[in-house]
């Protein structure tokens, strides 16, 4: 059986066979689709989609906790020029970071910062990669379906899907597959270098899925995709997905495409390059040895990438003859080269969201072949689900606001103590506009139209956005509350004088970092408490058991997070007669 085929004409599939109500059993070909099950989604509707589900997050939040704010605050020091943008530091300690990202977002406070927040100076161009993402994902899945072996089947008589038309519907569904995903929800919305290499991950598919169509451009992209995922602090997947798609590329049919392994292998030889020049080789195996570990390890794969494993899988089952060809073997090539990386790192998440666009587009080409009553089963698990997700932050919203009902808004305050409400009329307004269109969608969807190819995507992916625009208008100002390191940052500020130093030994990177951008203190993260010059120190420290103040330490404060029950943030200011030794 051949790799792949070649991109369909739309004279080569309209040609006459005795007429079935479903494949021949005989046809290794699973889809049947007519021209009435393309009809398009409207342009402007799939534009909301993807501001809906990209925009919010971007304005009105601070950096986030662990890699959010640690990305960020790598990047900000560069920017401020207190440290070196080959080797950046936070707290003074310099780490060999992925400094593709970091320039990016570093350059972007140098050139906004003076006019917008650097928070939101930094998260602008990653804003732009997740756009990037869902396109490079539509276009990746339009040519794919393209080809000839993805193609459905014609009718005797004519009223077969056109081939464009076809292969834009399967475009649809695949984006809209890629939006439903929960595990890009997060981390698709944070400042990290995992957001990067999505983003050169999807431009290595498209550039594999482009080449039969196009010349010039997957050869450019396939020379930036690679070396790009490099030097974004994925090497070792650069030369996995380097190896997968010269494979690919060798036994295809046809000249064109065997040719282009020439431009994939000098794409995997330059990330091969531009990782030992940036000292990028870096191995983070992790362990799995117990039996607790890979029942959670299947937990996420589960939740992370649903809904979109269950329909690659039955992808695989309906295309199983086609499983070399192109619009098959691209994808899963990539899903599995990104997946195994995940599962050799212990079961990384953010590794894991690298695959993501690969298993969307394994998710759209099972929707031809989807039955109605599974296209219902999909409807109506959204509907509800979605719905009382809605109804859910709608009360808790009006409890935040009006206290009523008394029992949520009394369980707001004590997961968060000390948040005080806000009220934005803008956000009410987005978050009303959402419902509204949630309501149209459900009602659009559970009424005649049945038709569409991408229909069963709609209601997922439309709830994936609604539930994350309610979250970044509604509950943003919790959210924010919960997440963001302010509030510990003012709370350790009342006993810190300004510009004061703080020695911050064994403190987790994304705390120093939020010391030195929320409260602009001097942070000593490379001494002890014995040798450090500075006058503060802070320790975490367990709630539980009775810690020993360090030798010349006097204990100032306990402080914590307002959502943290297991640790204390603890403050100590250096005794009189060990400040005299230091100085």
């Known amino acids: ?50 501001a809906a589900y990209v925009l919010p997050g971007v304005f009105g939040r601070d950096p986030w906790r662990n890699a959010d704010v640690t990305a960020f605050g790598f990047m900000v020091s560069m920017a401020e020029g207190r440290s070196s943008w080959w080797l950046p530091t936070v707290g003074g300690v310099a780490v060999n970071t992925a400094p593709l990202p970091h320039w990016l977002g570093a350059g972007f406070i140098r050139l906004l910062g003076d006019w917008m927040d650097p928070a939101l100076a930094a998260r602008l161009p990653f804003a732009a990669l997740l756009a990037a993402v869902l396109l490079l994902t539509w276009a990746a899945a339009f040519r794919l379906a393209q080809t000839e072996a993805a193609q459905p089947l014609p009718f005797a008589f004519g009223g077969e899907a056109d081939p464009v038309d076809y292969a834009k519907a399967i475009a649809d569904g695949a984006l809209l597959a890629l939006i439903a995903t929960l595990g890009l929800l997060q981390l698709g919305h944070e400042t990290t270098p995992e957001l990067a290499q999505l983003a050169c991950v999807s ?24 070396p790009a995922l490099a030097a974004s602090g994925a090497p070792s997947i650069a030369a996995g997905l380097g190896l997968a798609g010269a494979l690919i590329c060798r036994n295809s049919t046809y000249p064109e495409v065997r040719a282009f392994v020439i431009w994939v292998v000098a794409a995997a030889c330059l990330s091969v390059v531009t990782s030992t020049a940036l000292g990028q080789w870096t191995w983070q ?6 039996m607790d570990q890979v029942l959670a390890i299947v937990r996420q794969w589960l939740w992370f990438i649903w809904p979109a494993w269950p329909m690659a899988l039955w992808t695989l089952w309906r295309w199983r003859r086609h499983v070399l060809n192109r ?15 995940s599962l050799l790192c212990g079961g990384v998440d953010r590794v894991l969201m690298l695959s993501l666009p690969a298993w969307a587009l394994l998710a759209a080409f099972a ?4 039955k109605r009553s599974t296209t219902a089963a999909i409807d109506w698990f959204s509907v509800f689900f979605f719905s009382v997700c809605v109804i859910g932050v709608w009360v808790i919203y009006a409890a935040v606001q ?21 009220f934005s009329a803008m956000s009410l307004f987005l978050a009303g506009a959402g419902t509204l269109a949630w309501i149209w969608l459900v009602r659009w969807r559970t009424g005649r139209n049945q038709h569409a190819l991408w229909k069963s995507m709609v209601l997922p992916a439309s709830g994936v956005a609604l539930c994350w625009l309610l979250m970044m208008t509604l509950m943003l100002p919790v959210v924010d509350y919960a997440r963001s390191f302010r509030p510990l940052v003012n709370r350790v500020a009342r006993h810190v004088p300004p510009d004061e130093c703080i020695a911050t030994p064994g403190v987790p990177r994304s705390l120093q970092a939020a010391l030195e951008y929320f409260g602009k203190f001097r942070v000593d993260g490379i001494e002890s408490a014995k040798n450090t010059s500075c006058n503060y120190l802070l320790q975490i420290e367990a709630r539980r058991g009775k810690p020993v103040p360090p030798q010349g330490w006097t204990r100032v404060a306990r402080e914590s997070l307002p959502t943290d029950r297991t640790d204390w943030t603890v403050v100590y200011r250096r005794q009189p007669a060990a400040t005299a030794r230091a100085h």
């Open 1 to 50: 059986m051949a790799w792949e085929s070649r991109p369909s004409r739309c004279g080569d599939l309209r040609h006459h066979s005795p007429r079935n109500p479903k494949p021949p059993l005989n046809s290794p070909n699973p889809a049947l689709v007519s021209q009435r099950a393309v009809q398009r989604l409207p342009r402007w509707a799939l534009l909301l989609f993807c």
């Open 203 to 226: 431009l290595f598919i498209y550039a594999l899925a482009a080449r039969p169509t196009q010349g010039f451009v997957p050869k450019t992209a396939m020379l930036l995709a690679l």
């Open 285 to 290: 195996l992790g362990r799995v040895h117990k």
């Open 327 to 341: 619009h098959i073997a691209v994808p899963l090539s990539c899903a599995a080269v990104t997946s195994v990386a």
């Open 367 to 370: 929707l031809p072949t989807l």
């Open 402 to 422: 009006t206290g009523v009902p008394m029992r949520t808004a009394k369980n707001v305050i004590k997961l968060a103590p000390g948040f005080v409400s806000e």
